[in-house]
């Protein structure tokens, strides 16, 4: 199976603040990362797809980037309702393995 | 799109389970459908998923020979039949619309494995 290594693993920062989180693939997966985001109590919702590729009605302010086996999630400004966990998915191969999850909490 | 999940309960160990996802708003038998679960307080961990007219299945390792993934494509209802459980299936178990990436995902039922 591929192994998704997410960091951090917790994040603090404050609102405005730029943030990113990365995620390491154990072997390539060219494109095939999915960024998901989680509020408690809730299903996780997905933000990108392809690596970079923005779902349809998500802020402009979430982005990704990267390919191979490194890739990277950024939120440019951050604002309240971003809190949450936000997990990264390969789906070069099944099992789909996600990330550890990133809990990110305003300061 | 919604999906329901429902079937969840508390079962002892070595019991058996069947969970049910009910789909509407897409054209059910023209899908792949996945199952994704979470632990209490853990991540989110890929359990299983089947082609839009069941031909092909696939399995975590952690479930393989114990769970079985079908559907009815006339009665637009995914399931998961769990066998010979185990504690540490306890988590929350939603279904996903697709493969990978799943835009849609139902609101999840909690499976409970304890005696």
């Known amino acids: 199976d591929i192994q998704m290594t997410q960091s951090p693993s917790s994040l603090s920062a404050f609102v405005g603040d730029r943030v990113t989180i990365t995620c390491q693939a154990s072997q390539d997966i060219s494109k095939y990362l999915n960024w998901y985001q989680q509020k408690p109590g809730k299903a996780p919702k997905l933000l990108i797809y392809d690596a970079s590729k923005l779902e349809t009605g998500v802020p402009s302010r979430f982005s990704g980037s990267g390919s191979g086996t490194h890739f990277t999630f950024t939120i440019s400004s951050l604002q309240p309702e971003d809190i949450a966990t936000y997990y990264c998915?390969?789906?070069?191969?099944?099992?789909?393995?996600f990330g550890q999850g990133t809990k990110l909490n305003i300061k | 799109v919604q999906l329901l999940e429902s079937g969840g309960d508390l079962i002892h160990p070595g019991g058996s389970l069947r969970l049910s996802c009910a789909a509407s708003g897409f054209t059910f038998g023209s899908y792949a459908m996945s199952w994704v679960r979470q632990a209490p307080g853990k991540g989110l961990e890929w359990v299983s998923a089947i082609s839009n007219d069941a031909y092909n299945t696939y399995y975590a390792n952690s479930v393989k020979g114990r769970f079985t993934i079908s559907r009815d494509n006339s009665e637009n209802t995914l399931f998961l039949q769990m066998n010979t459980l185990r504690a540490d299936d306890t988590a929350i178990y939603y279904c996903?619309?697709?493969?990978?990436?799943?835009?849609?995902w139902g609101q999840g039922t909690l499976v409970t494995v304890s005696s």
């Open positions: 996903a619309k697709d493969l990978s990436p799943s835009a849609y």
């Open positions: 998915q390969q789906y070069d191969n099944l099992p789909g393995t």
